[in-house]
């Protein structure tokens, strides 16, 4: 079984396209969206809806999405990107703002935990950069696999478990 994990793609829909088309010819069978499909970009309805096209697709709460989904305000984020909700909010149409209520913050199956923001805690948006922050989220869950985006920067964290 082939997966396509991605994140980020905050309302660029060239990029999303491109993605796409490229796991298309992958033969992918399970897509997993770690969040933040809107955001910055002009495109955040027709990304939603080219999301949903896709087969087998799962997708989790992203801060950005979250901000434009709710009645609150982007308070703890950089004055561009609260302007960029501002933004999304006044375009997203209902169907869409719908969709991005409805996401969960975490998805876990048995081996493979998906979230956009750090897993023990997904709404406090905490980034994970080092292994320090790697090793709470490991701790926090029993999956053994953990994708997360929201950092914009691809890395690989493993933990080495020792038992005596």
């Avoid at 905050?10 to 796991?23: G, R, V």
């Amino acid at each position: 079984m082939r997966l396509a994990v991605f994140s980020d793609i905050h309302s660029n829909l060239e990029a999303l396209e491109a993605f796409i088309d490229d796991a298309l010819h992958q033969m992918i069978h399970h897509y997993f969206c770690l969040g933040d499909i809107v955001g910055y970009g002009a495109n955040p309805n027709q990304c939603i809806q080219k999301l949903q096209t896709l087969p087998n697709l799962k997708c989790v709460l992203g801060n950005h999405d979250y901000y434009a989904s709710k009645n609150t305000t982007a308070y703890d984020m950089s004055l561009t990107a609260a302007r960029a909700i501002i933004w999304t909010k006044k375009r997203l149409s209902k169907e869409n703002t719908q969709f991005l209520k409805a996401l969960k913050p975490i998805l876990k199956t048995t081996r493979i935990s998906f979230s956009h923001a750090a897993p023990h805690n997904p709404l406090k948006w905490q980034y994970i950069f080092t292994s320090e922050s790697a090793s709470r989220s490991f701790f926090s869950t029993r999956q053994k696999i953990i994708f997360n985006g929201h950092t914009h920067v691809p890395q690989i964290i493993t933990q080495k478990i020792c038992l005596k």
